[in-house]
């Protein structure tokens, strides 16, 4: 079992940018493929962007390519999402997430372990 802390959002302006993290502790967290979704009011969680165990392959919504980097350190037990050009409609909670799987996993279902979430609000 995992668990998982994110941190790092915040208000910021169109524009900007913000760096989440996620930490993890509990069994070994290179066993995990990781994720990083979102979720605005109103609307379904959605997978903003993916990492395999090994941080060797990405996966990313088509809407955030170019401006959202996912990325992890398996030493500081500790995945990022680096978010550039941030605009309104990326406002939301934005949760990590664990998978077991070796490789990305681009679903809700093939992950197994979730955080809290982290508020991020970009004003216009």
């Known amino acids: 079992q995992v668990q998982l802390v994110e941190s790092g959002g915040g208000l910021v302006q169109a524009g900007g940018s913000l760096r989440l993290s996620c930490a993890a502790s509990?069994?070994?967290?290179?066993?995990?493929?990781m994720g990083w979704f979102r979720q605005a009011p109103g609307k379904e969680r959605e997978l903003v962007a993916a990492i395999s165990r090994s941080g060797r392959t990405t996966y990313y919504l088509d809407s955030m390519k170019g401006r959202f980097t996912i990325s992890r350190d398996n030493v500081k037990n500790t995945a990022y999402l680096q978010m550039n050009s941030l605009k309104p409609e990326d406002t939301a909670v934005y949760y990590c997430a664990a998978s077991t799987r070796i490789m990305v996993a681009t679903t809700s279902l093939e992950y197994n372990y979730w955080g809290q979430g982290t508020q991020v609000t970009v004003s216009s």
């Open positions: 509990g069994r070994t967290f290179s066993s995990y493929a």
